[in-house]
Protein backbone atom coordinates (compact mmCIF):
# COMPACT_ATOMS: atom_id res chain seq x y z
CA UNK A 1 0.00 0.00 0.00
CA UNK A 2 2.58 2.74 -1.44
CA UNK A 3 2.30 5.13 -3.50
CA UNK A 4 4.29 5.25 -6.74
CA UNK A 5 5.25 7.73 -9.63
CA UNK A 6 7.47 9.16 -11.70
CA UNK A 7 9.99 10.81 -9.02
CA UNK A 8 12.02 12.39 -11.52
CA UNK A 9 11.49 16.08 -10.87
CA UNK A 10 11.09 18.38 -14.11
CA UNK A 11 11.81 21.87 -13.08
CA UNK A 12 9.06 24.71 -14.23
CA UNK A 13 12.21 26.03 -16.53
CA UNK A 14 13.08 23.16 -18.23
CA UNK A 15 9.46 23.58 -19.74
CA UNK A 16 8.86 27.53 -19.46
CA UNK A 17 11.59 29.92 -20.60
CA UNK A 18 11.96 32.87 -18.20
CA UNK A 19 9.23 35.73 -19.22
CA UNK A 20 6.94 33.67 -20.46
CA UNK A 21 4.68 32.23 -17.35
CA UNK A 22 3.23 28.40 -17.18
CA UNK A 23 3.72 27.88 -21.11
CA UNK A 24 2.12 24.42 -20.80
CA UNK A 25 -0.99 25.43 -19.61
CA UNK A 26 -3.98 26.38 -22.12
CA UNK A 27 -5.11 29.51 -20.08
CA UNK A 28 -3.11 30.27 -17.44
CA UNK A 29 -3.72 32.78 -15.02
CA UNK A 30 -1.77 31.47 -11.97
CA UNK A 31 -0.66 33.56 -9.21
CA UNK A 32 2.52 31.84 -9.76
CA UNK A 33 5.67 34.31 -10.05
CA UNK A 34 8.26 33.30 -11.81
CA UNK A 35 12.35 34.05 -11.19
CA UNK A 36 14.50 34.51 -13.83
CA UNK A 37 17.49 32.81 -11.31
CA UNK A 38 16.95 30.21 -8.60
CA UNK A 39 17.07 32.09 -5.56
CA UNK A 40 19.82 32.07 -3.34
CA UNK A 41 18.64 30.55 -0.06
CA UNK A 42 20.14 32.84 2.68
CA UNK A 43 19.94 31.42 6.38
CA UNK A 44 17.26 33.67 8.25
CA UNK A 45 15.94 35.33 5.10
CA UNK A 46 12.30 34.46 3.39
CA UNK A 47 13.01 32.44 0.00
CA UNK A 48 10.97 33.37 -2.81
CA UNK A 49 8.58 31.13 -5.02
CA UNK A 50 10.19 27.72 -5.39
CA UNK A 51 7.82 25.75 -7.89
CA UNK A 52 8.31 23.14 -9.75
CA UNK A 53 5.42 23.06 -12.50
CA UNK A 54 6.30 21.12 -15.36
CA UNK A 55 5.19 22.11 -18.94
CA UNK A 56 2.90 19.35 -19.55
CA UNK A 57 0.92 20.37 -16.35
CA UNK A 58 -2.79 21.53 -17.54
CA UNK A 59 -3.36 24.63 -15.97
CA UNK A 60 -7.10 25.86 -15.14
CA UNK A 61 -8.28 29.52 -15.44
CA UNK A 62 -7.32 31.51 -11.96
CA UNK A 63 -5.54 28.47 -10.42
CA UNK A 64 -3.63 30.03 -6.89
CA UNK A 65 -0.70 28.29 -6.21
CA UNK A 66 1.68 28.64 -3.00
CA UNK A 67 5.00 27.69 -2.92
CA UNK A 68 7.49 24.62 -3.03
CA UNK A 69 4.95 22.78 -5.43
CA UNK A 70 5.64 20.17 -7.26
CA UNK A 71 2.81 19.40 -10.44
CA UNK A 72 3.94 17.27 -13.47
CA UNK A 73 1.82 15.27 -16.06
CA UNK A 74 -1.42 16.99 -14.37
CA UNK A 75 -4.33 19.05 -14.36
CA UNK A 76 -6.03 21.22 -12.16
CA UNK A 77 -9.11 22.72 -12.99
CA UNK A 78 -9.87 26.66 -12.90
CA UNK A 79 -10.02 28.34 -9.04
CA UNK A 80 -8.55 25.72 -7.59
CA UNK A 81 -5.90 26.46 -4.61
CA UNK A 82 -3.15 24.47 -4.27
CA UNK A 83 -1.19 24.96 -0.59
CA UNK A 84 2.82 24.45 0.07
CA UNK A 85 4.64 21.46 -0.57
CA UNK A 86 2.14 19.56 -2.36
CA UNK A 87 3.03 17.32 -4.65
CA UNK A 88 0.51 16.23 -7.86
CA UNK A 89 1.88 13.32 -10.00
CA UNK A 90 0.97 12.83 -14.04
CA UNK A 91 -2.48 11.64 -15.33
CA UNK A 92 -3.93 12.89 -11.58
CA UNK A 93 -6.69 15.29 -11.83
CA UNK A 94 -7.92 17.74 -10.05
CA UNK A 95 -11.47 19.51 -11.29
CA UNK A 96 -12.32 22.81 -10.59
CA UNK A 97 -12.95 25.00 -7.50
CA UNK A 98 -10.73 22.56 -5.03
CA UNK A 99 -8.95 23.18 -2.32
CA UNK A 100 -5.68 21.07 -1.48
CA UNK A 101 -3.75 21.88 1.39
CA UNK A 102 -0.19 22.14 2.01
CA UNK A 103 1.78 18.69 2.30
CA UNK A 104 -0.98 16.60 0.36
CA UNK A 105 0.37 14.03 -2.03
CA UNK A 106 -2.26 12.96 -4.38
CA UNK A 107 -0.18 10.70 -6.71
CA UNK A 108 -1.11 9.18 -10.54
CA UNK A 109 -4.65 7.41 -10.70
CA UNK A 110 -6.08 10.08 -8.31
CA UNK A 111 -9.45 11.64 -9.65
CA UNK A 112 -10.16 14.63 -7.64
CA UNK A 113 -14.01 16.01 -9.06
CA UNK A 114 -14.93 19.65 -8.65
CA UNK A 115 -15.33 21.91 -5.40
CA UNK A 116 -12.94 18.95 -3.18
CA UNK A 117 -11.46 19.80 0.15
CA UNK A 118 -8.58 18.36 0.96
CA UNK A 119 -6.79 19.11 4.01
CA UNK A 120 -3.12 18.94 4.94
CA UNK A 121 -0.58 16.12 4.73
CA UNK A 122 -3.30 14.06 2.76
CA UNK A 123 -2.02 10.25 1.59
CA UNK A 124 -2.68 8.94 -1.72
CA UNK A 125 -2.13 5.75 -2.35
CA UNK A 126 -1.85 3.65 -5.89
CA UNK A 127 -0.55 0.70 -5.13
CA UNK A 128 -1.60 -1.80 -2.72
CA UNK A 129 1.01 -4.71 -3.39
CA UNK A 130 4.29 -2.68 -4.41
CA UNK A 131 7.04 -4.52 -4.52
CA UNK A 132 10.96 -2.65 -5.19
CA UNK A 133 12.40 -5.97 -7.58
CA UNK A 134 10.82 -8.35 -9.79
CA UNK A 135 11.06 -12.03 -8.89
CA UNK A 136 14.57 -12.59 -10.91
CA UNK A 137 16.40 -9.34 -8.58
CA UNK A 138 15.73 -6.72 -10.88
CA UNK A 139 14.40 -3.45 -10.04
CA UNK A 140 10.91 -2.84 -10.97
CA UNK A 141 10.46 0.63 -13.39
CA UNK A 142 7.26 2.31 -14.60
CA UNK A 143 6.37 -0.78 -16.94
CA UNK A 144 5.60 -3.44 -13.74
CA UNK A 145 3.20 -1.10 -12.09
CA UNK A 146 -0.22 -1.13 -12.67
CA UNK A 147 -1.79 2.03 -11.24
CA UNK A 148 -4.99 1.26 -9.53
CA UNK A 149 -7.16 4.18 -9.75
CA UNK A 150 -9.00 5.98 -6.48
CA UNK A 151 -11.89 8.51 -7.50
CA UNK A 152 -12.95 11.02 -5.06
CA UNK A 153 -16.63 12.97 -5.95
CA UNK A 154 -18.27 16.23 -6.19
CA UNK A 155 -18.29 18.29 -3.01
CA UNK A 156 -16.07 15.69 -0.70
CA UNK A 157 -14.02 17.03 2.04
CA UNK A 158 -11.07 14.81 3.41
CA UNK A 159 -9.47 15.53 6.84
CA UNK A 160 -5.93 16.78 7.74
CA UNK A 161 -3.76 13.55 7.80
CA UNK A 162 -6.35 11.32 5.96
CA UNK A 163 -5.04 8.63 4.31
CA UNK A 164 -6.83 7.07 1.07
CA UNK A 165 -6.24 3.76 -0.30
CA UNK A 166 -6.26 3.05 -3.79
CA UNK A 167 -9.09 1.44 -5.65
CA UNK A 168 -11.36 3.37 -3.21
CA UNK A 169 -14.43 6.23 -4.26
CA UNK A 170 -15.08 8.39 -1.77
CA UNK A 171 -19.12 9.89 -2.94
CA UNK A 172 -20.44 12.95 -3.56
CA UNK A 173 -20.24 15.42 -0.57
CA UNK A 174 -18.85 12.86 1.96
CA UNK A 175 -16.71 14.24 5.14
CA UNK A 176 -13.42 11.87 5.81
CA UNK A 177 -12.57 13.04 9.32
CA UNK A 178 -9.13 13.96 10.18
CA UNK A 179 -6.14 10.98 10.36
CA UNK A 180 -8.92 8.83 9.19
CA UNK A 181 -7.58 5.61 6.91
CA UNK A 182 -9.79 4.81 4.26
CA UNK A 183 -9.49 1.65 2.98
CA UNK A 184 -13.41 1.28 1.38
CA UNK A 185 -15.86 2.85 -0.64
CA UNK A 186 -17.83 5.53 0.96
CA UNK A 187 -20.97 6.28 0.37
CA UNK A 188 -22.37 10.00 -0.49
CA UNK A 189 -23.04 11.75 2.13
CA UNK A 190 -21.51 9.78 4.73
CA UNK A 191 -19.49 11.06 7.35
CA UNK A 192 -16.87 8.98 8.39
CA UNK A 193 -13.93 8.75 10.44
CA UNK A 194 -10.82 6.04 12.34
CA UNK A 195 -8.62 3.09 10.91
CA UNK A 196 -10.32 1.47 8.97
CA UNK A 197 -12.70 4.50 8.73
CA UNK A 198 -16.48 3.44 9.39
CA UNK A 199 -19.71 5.23 8.82
CA UNK A 200 -20.68 7.98 11.51
CA UNK A 201 -23.60 9.06 10.09
CA UNK A 202 -25.25 10.93 6.89
CA UNK A 203 -25.22 14.47 6.13
CA UNK A 204 -28.23 16.64 4.99
CA UNK A 205 -31.54 16.14 3.13
CA UNK A 206 -29.52 15.18 -0.63
CA UNK A 207 -28.80 12.32 0.93
CA UNK A 208 -32.43 11.23 0.52
CA UNK A 209 -32.01 12.32 -3.13
CA UNK A 210 -29.48 10.45 -3.23
CA UNK A 211 -31.29 7.33 -1.92
CA UNK A 212 -28.75 6.62 0.87
CA UNK A 213 -30.79 7.34 4.61
CA UNK A 214 -29.63 10.20 5.92
CA UNK A 215 -29.49 11.38 10.11
CA UNK A 216 -32.23 12.88 11.50
CA UNK A 217 -31.65 15.10 14.04
CA UNK A 218 -34.07 15.46 16.52
CA UNK A 219 -34.10 19.30 16.01
CA UNK A 220 -32.20 21.44 13.82
CA UNK A 221 -31.26 24.48 14.97
CA UNK A 222 -28.73 25.44 11.69
CA UNK A 223 -30.90 25.37 9.25
CA UNK A 224 -33.96 28.46 10.26
CA UNK A 225 -30.60 30.90 11.36
CA UNK A 226 -28.63 29.93 7.89
CA UNK A 227 -32.20 30.85 6.39
CA UNK A 228 -32.19 34.38 8.31
CA UNK A 229 -28.99 34.78 8.01
CA UNK A 230 -28.84 38.40 6.76
CA UNK A 231 -31.29 39.65 8.76
CA UNK A 232 -29.42 38.32 11.97
CA UNK A 233 -26.19 39.80 10.80
CA UNK A 234 -27.63 43.04 9.92
CA UNK A 235 -29.37 43.28 13.50
CA UNK A 236 -26.10 42.34 15.28
CA UNK A 237 -24.26 44.93 12.96
CA UNK A 238 -26.87 47.24 13.74
CA UNK A 239 -25.60 46.32 17.81
CA UNK A 240 -22.50 46.92 17.13
CA UNK A 241 -22.63 50.43 15.14
CA UNK A 242 -24.39 51.66 17.84
CA UNK A 243 -23.22 49.73 20.84
CA UNK A 244 -26.35 49.68 22.13
CA UNK A 245 -25.95 46.27 24.09
CA UNK A 246 -28.65 46.61 27.02
CA UNK A 247 -31.81 48.18 27.28
CA UNK A 248 -32.75 50.75 24.72
CA UNK A 249 -34.95 51.23 21.83
CA UNK A 250 -34.78 46.80 20.62
CA UNK A 251 -35.34 45.45 23.66
CA UNK A 252 -38.84 48.45 23.57
CA UNK A 253 -39.57 47.45 19.87
CA UNK A 254 -39.42 43.88 20.77
CA UNK A 255 -41.62 44.01 23.70
CA UNK A 256 -44.42 45.24 22.09
CA UNK A 257 -44.25 43.19 18.92
CA UNK A 258 -44.36 40.09 21.76
CA UNK A 259 -46.87 42.12 23.32
CA UNK A 260 -49.39 42.25 20.01
CA UNK A 261 -48.06 38.21 18.83
CA UNK A 262 -49.61 37.77 22.45
CA UNK A 263 -52.65 39.44 22.63
CA UNK A 264 -51.52 40.90 25.94
CA UNK A 265 -51.25 44.77 27.11
CA UNK A 266 -47.51 44.21 28.34
CA UNK A 267 -44.66 41.89 27.76
CA UNK A 268 -41.43 42.49 29.75
CA UNK A 269 -38.17 40.97 28.09
CA UNK A 270 -35.46 39.47 30.66
CA UNK A 271 -32.95 36.81 30.65
CA UNK A 272 -34.40 33.69 30.69
CA UNK A 273 -37.88 31.54 31.06
CA UNK A 274 -36.77 30.90 34.76
CA UNK A 275 -36.42 34.59 35.76
CA UNK A 276 -39.98 35.57 33.47
CA UNK A 277 -41.75 33.25 35.78
CA UNK A 278 -39.34 34.32 38.84
CA UNK A 279 -40.86 37.97 38.18
CA UNK A 280 -44.00 37.12 37.15
CA UNK A 281 -44.62 35.41 40.41
CA UNK A 282 -43.41 37.69 42.45
CA UNK A 283 -45.33 40.67 40.77
CA UNK A 284 -48.76 38.63 41.10
CA UNK A 285 -47.60 39.23 45.15
CA UNK A 286 -46.26 35.31 45.99
CA UNK A 287 -44.98 36.18 48.95
CA UNK A 288 -42.25 34.01 50.78
CA UNK A 289 -43.55 30.73 52.36
CA UNK A 290 -46.37 30.61 50.16
CA UNK A 291 -47.47 27.35 48.28
CA UNK A 292 -47.61 27.37 44.63
CA UNK A 293 -49.41 24.49 42.96
CA UNK A 294 -47.88 23.12 39.49
CA UNK A 295 -47.45 19.70 37.97
CA UNK A 296 -44.44 17.39 38.55
CA UNK A 297 -44.14 16.63 34.83
CA UNK A 298 -42.20 19.45 33.39
CA UNK A 299 -38.56 20.80 33.33
CA UNK A 300 -37.23 21.99 36.70
CA UNK A 301 -37.23 25.37 35.58
CA UNK A 302 -41.14 25.83 36.48
CA UNK A 303 -40.02 24.53 39.98
CA UNK A 304 -36.69 26.56 40.70
CA UNK A 305 -38.98 30.45 39.90
CA UNK A 306 -41.38 28.93 42.46
CA UNK A 307 -38.73 28.30 45.31
CA UNK A 308 -36.66 31.05 44.10
CA UNK A 309 -39.31 33.72 44.18
CA UNK A 310 -39.61 32.35 48.44
CA UNK A 311 -42.64 30.22 47.45
CA UNK A 312 -43.55 26.16 47.89
CA UNK A 313 -44.04 23.79 45.14
CA UNK A 314 -46.44 21.51 45.88
CA UNK A 315 -47.72 18.82 43.06
CA UNK A 316 -50.92 17.84 41.11
CA UNK A 317 -50.96 14.95 38.68
CA UNK A 318 -51.49 15.06 34.95
CA UNK A 319 -53.82 14.35 32.28
CA UNK A 320 -53.93 11.15 30.81
CA UNK A 321 -54.44 12.27 27.48
CA UNK A 322 -52.62 15.05 27.43
CA UNK A 323 -49.83 15.12 29.73
CA UNK A 324 -50.81 18.50 31.20
CA UNK A 325 -52.39 19.50 34.69
CA UNK A 326 -55.25 17.42 35.05
CA UNK A 327 -58.29 19.62 36.55
CA UNK A 328 -59.70 16.88 38.49
CA UNK A 329 -56.55 16.37 40.04
CA UNK A 330 -56.19 20.26 40.93
CA UNK A 331 -59.93 20.23 42.29
CA UNK A 332 -58.99 16.87 44.60
CA UNK A 333 -56.45 18.75 45.88
CA UNK A 334 -58.06 21.78 46.49
CA UNK A 335 -61.05 20.15 48.01
CA UNK A 336 -59.23 16.69 50.29
CA UNK A 337 -55.64 18.54 50.77
CA UNK A 338 -56.34 21.94 51.88
CA UNK A 339 -58.14 23.64 54.09
CA UNK A 340 -59.42 27.28 54.78
CA UNK A 341 -57.95 28.58 58.21
CA UNK A 342 -59.84 30.51 60.59
CA UNK A 343 -58.90 33.81 58.51
CA UNK A 344 -60.67 32.28 56.04
CA UNK A 345 -57.58 31.78 54.06
CA UNK A 346 -56.52 28.30 52.15
CA UNK A 347 -53.90 26.36 53.90
CA UNK A 348 -52.13 23.31 52.70
CA UNK A 349 -52.38 20.18 54.80
CA UNK A 350 -49.34 18.62 53.45
CA UNK A 351 -47.04 22.06 54.65
CA UNK A 352 -49.34 24.33 56.44
CA UNK A 353 -48.85 27.14 54.22
CA UNK A 354 -51.02 29.24 52.47
CA UNK A 355 -51.70 28.14 48.98
CA UNK A 356 -52.06 31.18 46.75
CA UNK A 357 -51.47 30.58 43.23
CA UNK A 358 -51.21 27.76 40.43
CA UNK A 359 -48.89 27.35 37.61
CA UNK A 360 -50.44 25.41 34.55
CA UNK A 361 -47.55 24.65 32.20
CA UNK A 362 -48.27 24.14 28.77
CA UNK A 363 -45.80 21.14 28.08
CA UNK A 364 -45.50 20.45 24.62
CA UNK A 365 -46.55 23.55 22.96
CA UNK A 366 -50.42 22.01 23.86
CA UNK A 367 -52.49 23.89 26.35
CA UNK A 368 -53.59 22.70 29.50
CA UNK A 369 -57.62 23.30 29.93
CA UNK A 370 -57.84 26.91 31.15
CA UNK A 371 -61.52 27.34 31.57
CA UNK A 372 -61.66 24.62 34.26
CA UNK A 373 -58.14 25.92 36.21
CA UNK A 374 -59.60 29.83 35.91
CA UNK A 375 -62.46 28.49 37.36
CA UNK A 376 -61.18 26.58 40.73
CA UNK A 377 -58.51 29.55 40.95
CA UNK A 378 -61.16 31.84 40.97
CA UNK A 379 -63.15 29.36 43.63
CA UNK A 380 -59.89 28.98 45.74
CA UNK A 381 -58.77 33.02 45.52
CA UNK A 382 -55.52 31.67 43.55
CA UNK A 383 -53.47 33.28 40.90
CA UNK A 384 -52.77 32.10 38.06
CA UNK A 385 -49.46 32.19 36.53
CA UNK A 386 -49.01 30.63 32.95
CA UNK A 387 -45.61 28.60 32.50
CA UNK A 388 -45.57 28.98 28.54
CA UNK A 389 -41.84 28.53 27.99
CA UNK A 390 -42.94 26.16 25.39
CA UNK A 391 -46.06 27.45 23.92
CA UNK A 392 -45.27 30.65 21.83
CA UNK A 393 -48.39 31.08 19.91
CA UNK A 394 -50.57 28.22 21.22
CA UNK A 395 -53.94 28.95 21.36
CA UNK A 396 -57.04 27.69 23.85
CA UNK A 397 -60.74 28.02 22.99
CA UNK A 398 -61.68 29.63 26.16
CA UNK A 399 -65.71 28.45 26.45
CA UNK A 400 -66.12 30.95 28.97
CA UNK A 401 -65.11 33.61 26.81
CA UNK A 402 -66.46 32.18 23.85
CA UNK A 403 -63.47 33.13 21.73
CA UNK A 404 -59.98 31.43 20.79
CA UNK A 405 -56.77 32.78 23.33
CA UNK A 406 -53.48 33.13 22.85
CA UNK A 407 -50.88 31.13 25.40
CA UNK A 408 -49.45 33.44 27.99
CA UNK A 409 -52.92 36.04 27.73
CA UNK A 410 -55.18 34.55 30.01
CA UNK A 411 -53.72 33.99 33.65
CA UNK A 412 -52.99 36.68 35.69
CA UNK A 413 -49.11 36.88 33.65
CA UNK A 414 -47.03 34.22 31.77
CA UNK A 415 -43.89 33.04 30.98
CA UNK A 416 -41.81 32.65 28.33
CA UNK A 417 -38.30 30.98 27.30
CA UNK A 418 -36.89 31.99 24.39
CA UNK A 419 -33.89 29.56 24.72
CA UNK A 420 -32.39 28.69 21.37
CA UNK A 421 -34.38 25.33 21.00
CA UNK A 422 -37.74 27.08 21.77
CA UNK A 423 -40.39 27.89 18.54
CA UNK A 424 -39.01 31.17 19.10
CA UNK A 425 -35.41 31.52 20.16
CA UNK A 426 -32.62 33.70 21.02
CA UNK A 427 -29.02 33.59 19.84
CA UNK A 428 -28.35 32.70 23.56
CA UNK A 429 -30.39 32.69 26.61
CA UNK A 430 -33.86 35.07 26.69
CA UNK A 431 -37.44 35.16 28.18
CA UNK A 432 -40.70 37.31 28.40
CA UNK A 433 -43.25 38.10 30.48
CA UNK A 434 -46.53 38.85 29.74
CA UNK A 435 -49.47 40.18 31.42
CA UNK A 436 -52.41 42.32 30.92
CA UNK A 437 -52.06 44.35 34.26
CA UNK A 438 -49.78 47.60 34.18
CA UNK A 439 -48.99 47.46 37.38
CA UNK A 440 -47.42 43.95 37.43
CA UNK A 441 -45.85 44.89 34.32
CA UNK A 442 -44.24 47.61 35.84
CA UNK A 443 -43.25 45.77 39.17
CA UNK A 444 -41.35 43.14 36.38
CA UNK A 445 -39.58 46.16 34.75
CA UNK A 446 -38.31 46.67 38.56
CA UNK A 447 -37.44 43.63 39.27
CA UNK A 448 -35.35 43.00 35.91
CA UNK A 449 -33.28 45.94 36.42
CA UNK A 450 -32.38 45.97 40.10
CA UNK A 451 -35.70 47.53 41.74
CA UNK A 452 -34.23 51.00 39.99
CA UNK A 453 -37.05 53.24 38.57
CA UNK A 454 -34.56 55.26 37.02
CA UNK A 455 -30.63 55.20 37.43
CA UNK A 456 -29.56 54.31 40.73
CA UNK A 457 -32.60 55.08 42.13
CA UNK A 458 -33.87 51.72 43.97
CA UNK A 459 -37.32 50.94 44.82
CA UNK A 460 -36.63 48.17 45.88
CA UNK A 461 -33.67 45.30 45.52
CA UNK A 462 -34.38 43.53 42.32
CA UNK A 463 -31.90 41.53 39.52
CA UNK A 464 -30.05 41.88 36.58
CA UNK A 465 -32.72 40.04 35.01
CA UNK A 466 -32.28 41.77 31.44
CA UNK A 467 -32.50 40.59 27.77
CA UNK A 468 -29.31 41.84 25.77
CA UNK A 469 -30.67 43.98 23.05
CA UNK A 470 -28.64 42.00 20.42
CA UNK A 471 -31.17 39.26 21.68
CA UNK A 472 -34.16 41.16 21.36
CA UNK A 473 -33.17 42.15 17.88
CA UNK A 474 -33.04 38.54 17.50
CA UNK A 475 -36.07 37.98 18.38
CA UNK A 476 -37.75 40.64 16.72
CA UNK A 477 -36.01 39.70 13.27
CA UNK A 478 -37.17 36.16 14.00
CA UNK A 479 -40.83 37.03 15.54
CA UNK A 480 -42.77 37.11 12.08
CA UNK A 481 -41.43 33.96 10.87
CA UNK A 482 -42.99 32.24 14.08
CA UNK A 483 -46.72 31.76 12.72
CA UNK A 484 -45.13 30.29 9.58
CA UNK A 485 -42.91 28.20 12.00
CA UNK A 486 -45.75 27.20 14.08
CA UNK A 487 -48.16 26.34 11.39
CA UNK A 488 -45.45 23.62 10.00
CA UNK A 489 -45.07 22.14 13.34
CA UNK A 490 -48.35 21.41 12.88
CA UNK A 491 -48.25 19.97 9.94
CA UNK A 492 -45.55 17.95 10.94
CA UNK A 493 -47.83 16.85 13.52
CA UNK A 494 -50.94 15.91 11.97
CA UNK A 495 -48.41 14.08 9.67
CA UNK A 496 -46.68 11.87 12.27
CA UNK A 497 -50.85 11.08 13.46
CA UNK A 498 -51.58 9.69 10.29
CA UNK A 499 -48.15 7.61 10.06
CA UNK A 500 -48.24 6.51 13.36
CA UNK A 501 -51.90 6.12 14.15
CA UNK A 502 -52.32 2.21 12.87
CA UNK A 503 -49.18 1.58 14.95
CA UNK A 504 -51.18 -0.45 17.52
CA UNK A 505 -47.53 -0.38 19.86
CA UNK A 506 -47.32 3.36 19.78
CA UNK A 507 -49.62 5.36 21.33
CA UNK A 508 -50.48 9.32 20.37
CA UNK A 509 -51.42 12.08 23.02
CA UNK A 510 -54.82 13.67 22.37
CA UNK A 511 -54.91 17.09 20.97
CA UNK A 512 -58.46 18.24 22.48
CA UNK A 513 -60.95 20.12 20.43
CA UNK A 514 -59.86 23.44 22.21
CA UNK A 515 -56.07 23.45 21.77
CA UNK A 516 -54.27 24.84 18.92
CA UNK A 517 -51.15 23.41 20.15
CA UNK A 518 -48.02 24.47 18.55
CA UNK A 519 -45.78 21.22 18.99
CA UNK A 520 -42.62 22.37 20.56
CA UNK A 521 -42.22 18.55 20.95
CA UNK A 522 -43.88 15.74 19.46
CA UNK A 523 -44.08 12.91 22.06
CA UNK A 524 -45.68 9.44 22.09
CA UNK A 525 -45.94 6.31 24.46
CA UNK A 526 -44.40 3.14 23.86
CA UNK A 527 -43.83 0.42 26.36
CA UNK A 528 -40.10 -0.09 25.78
CA UNK A 529 -38.91 3.60 25.30
CA UNK A 530 -35.50 2.84 25.68
CA UNK A 531 -35.41 -0.07 23.48
CA UNK A 532 -36.81 1.89 20.68
CA UNK A 533 -34.45 4.78 21.27
CA UNK A 534 -31.17 2.49 20.49
CA UNK A 535 -32.85 1.30 17.84
CA UNK A 536 -33.67 4.90 16.81
CA UNK A 537 -30.32 5.66 17.81
CA UNK A 538 -28.52 3.14 15.76
CA UNK A 539 -30.94 4.72 12.27
CA UNK A 540 -29.13 8.01 12.94
CA UNK A 541 -32.61 9.43 14.45
CA UNK A 542 -32.17 11.53 17.18
CA UNK A 543 -35.08 11.53 20.30
CA UNK A 544 -35.11 12.68 23.74
CA UNK A 545 -37.11 12.43 26.64
CA UNK A 546 -38.86 14.98 28.29
CA UNK A 547 -38.75 14.37 31.34
CA UNK A 548 -37.26 10.95 32.25
CA UNK A 549 -37.37 11.75 36.07
CA UNK A 550 -40.68 13.76 37.61
CA UNK A 551 -39.50 16.81 39.58
CA UNK A 552 -41.48 15.17 42.92
CA UNK A 553 -38.62 12.13 42.75
CA UNK A 554 -35.90 14.35 41.17
CA UNK A 555 -32.82 14.60 44.52
CA UNK A 556 -33.07 18.57 44.23
CA UNK A 557 -36.78 17.95 45.87
CA UNK A 558 -36.13 14.88 48.33
CA UNK A 559 -36.84 17.68 51.38
CA UNK A 560 -40.84 17.69 49.83
CA UNK A 561 -40.93 14.17 51.16
CA UNK A 562 -43.02 13.18 48.15
CA UNK A 563 -42.99 8.86 47.17
CA UNK A 564 -42.87 7.21 44.54
CA UNK A 565 -46.59 6.77 43.52
CA UNK A 566 -47.90 10.22 44.54
CA UNK A 567 -48.23 11.30 41.07
CA UNK A 568 -48.78 8.04 39.27
CA UNK A 569 -50.17 9.05 35.83
CA UNK A 570 -46.79 11.40 35.80
CA UNK A 571 -44.37 8.53 36.68
CA UNK A 572 -46.08 6.23 34.40
CA UNK A 573 -45.47 8.55 31.95
CA UNK A 574 -42.06 9.50 32.53
CA UNK A 575 -41.30 5.50 31.87
CA UNK A 576 -42.98 5.46 28.19
CA UNK A 577 -42.43 9.42 26.93
CA UNK A 578 -40.15 9.94 23.67
CA UNK A 579 -40.04 12.79 21.57
CA UNK A 580 -39.68 12.13 18.24
CA UNK A 581 -37.24 14.54 16.41
CA UNK A 582 -39.92 17.83 15.61
CA UNK A 583 -38.68 21.46 13.46
CA UNK A 584 -40.20 23.13 11.01
CA UNK A 585 -37.78 22.07 8.33
CA UNK A 586 -38.87 18.60 9.28
CA UNK A 587 -39.78 16.69 5.83
CA UNK A 588 -42.30 14.10 4.52
CA UNK A 589 -39.54 11.99 3.52
CA UNK A 590 -37.58 12.24 6.80
CA UNK A 591 -40.84 11.55 9.10
CA UNK A 592 -41.76 8.45 6.73
CA UNK A 593 -38.52 7.33 7.96
CA UNK A 594 -38.87 7.59 11.32
CA UNK A 595 -42.42 5.95 11.52
CA UNK A 596 -40.78 3.15 9.56
CA UNK A 597 -37.82 2.61 12.00
CA UNK A 598 -40.65 3.24 14.78
CA UNK A 599 -42.90 -0.11 13.11
CA UNK A 600 -39.38 -1.78 12.05
CA UNK A 601 -39.16 -2.17 16.17
CA UNK A 602 -42.15 -2.52 17.37
CA UNK A 603 -43.08 -5.13 15.03
CA UNK A 604 -40.22 -7.32 17.00
CA UNK A 605 -41.51 -6.13 20.16
CA UNK A 606 -45.22 -6.76 22.05
CA UNK A 607 -46.52 -4.25 24.17
CA UNK A 608 -48.29 -1.13 24.02
CA UNK A 609 -47.53 2.27 25.72
CA UNK A 610 -50.56 3.01 28.15
CA UNK A 611 -52.03 6.10 28.00
C1 LIG B 1 -41.67 24.38 30.85
C2 LIG B 1 -40.49 25.29 31.02
N1 LIG B 1 -40.50 26.21 31.98
C3 LIG B 1 -39.48 27.06 32.17
C4 LIG B 1 -38.35 27.01 31.37
C5 LIG B 1 -37.22 27.92 31.65
O1 LIG B 1 -36.79 28.66 30.56
P1 LIG B 1 -35.27 29.14 30.45
O2 LIG B 1 -34.46 27.94 30.11
O3 LIG B 1 -35.28 30.16 29.36
O4 LIG B 1 -34.88 29.71 31.76
C6 LIG B 1 -38.31 26.06 30.35
C7 LIG B 1 -37.14 25.97 29.47
O5 LIG B 1 -36.76 24.95 29.00
C8 LIG B 1 -39.40 25.18 30.17
O6 LIG B 1 -39.38 24.24 29.21
Known sequence: M?????????????????????????????????????????????????????????????????????????????????????????????????????????????????????????????????????????????????????????????????????????????????????????????????????????????????????????????????????????????????????????????????????????????????????????????????????????????????SQAGALPEFVDIDDQTCNLSVERLRDYLEKQCKRNAAGKLVSLRSGRPVTAVVPVHLYGQMADMDGIEQLATEYGLKVIEDACQAHGAEYFSARRSCWMKAGSMGHAAAFSFYPGKNLGACGEGGAATTNDAEAAARMRLLRDHGQIKKYYHDVEGYNGRLDAIQASFLHAKLPHLPGWNLKRRERAAEYRQLLLDNGAVTLLREPEWSRGVYHLYVVCVADRDGLMEHLKNEGIGTGIHYPIPLHRQKAYAALNYAEGDFPVTERMARQIVSLPMFPQLTSIQQARVAEQIGAFTASRPGKGEV
Open 2 to 306: FSRGNTRRRSFREFCPPGEGCAAGNAIACNYTMQDAEPERIAGQAMDSHNSIAGDVVLGKDVRLSKFINLYGCTIGDETKIGAFVEIQKNASVGKRCKISSHTFICEGVTVEDNVFIGHGVMFINDGHPRATNTDGSLQTEADWKVERTMIKTGASIGSGATILSRVTVGENAMVGAGSVVTRDVPAHAVVAGNPAKVLRYLGPQAEQAGVPAAIPFLDLVTPHLELEQELVSAFRQSLHTAGFVGGRPVEEFEKAFATFCNTAHAVAVSSGTDALRFALMACGIEAGDVVVTVPNTFIATTEAI
